[in-house]
C-alpha cells in the first residue's frame, strides 16, 4: 500500500461526510419549504409539482412535521 493511499482514503471520506452533512441540510430545507407552501394554502398536488416531488412524499413530509410538532408540543417543560 503506497503511503499516499491513506489520505487519498481519508480525503474521500472527509467529503462523504461532509456531503452527508449538506444532504441533510438540503432535506430540512425543503421540508420546511414544502410545510411552509401547505400552511400557505397551497394544495399538496402542486407542492409535489413545484418542488418535483411526488404527492406521497409531500404527505409524508407533512406527516414527519405535524407529528414533531404534537412530540414538541407534549414534551415536559411546555
Known amino acids: 500500500m503506497a503511503a ?3 489520505e487519498v482514503l481519508e480525503r474521500a471520506a472527509a ?3 461532509a456531503a452527508q452533512r449538506a444532504l441533510r441540510t438540503a432535506c430540512r430545507a425543503l421540508s420546511d419549504a414544502v410545510v411552509a407552501a401547505w400552511q400557505q ?3 399538496e ?3 409535489a409539482e413545484r418542488s418535483g416531488l411526488d404527492p406521497v412524499t409531500i404527505r409524508n413530509i407533512l ?3 405535524e407529528a414533531a410538532a404534537e412530540a414538541e408540543a407534549s414534551s ?3
Do not use: H, S, T
Open 4 to 6: 499516499d493511499d491513506g
Open 15 to 17: 467529503y462523504a461526510a
Open 41 to 43: 394554502g397551497e394544495p
Open 45 to 47: 398536488w402542486r407542492v
Open 63 to 65: 406527516a414527519a412535521a
Open 76 to 78: 415536559p417543560g411546555q
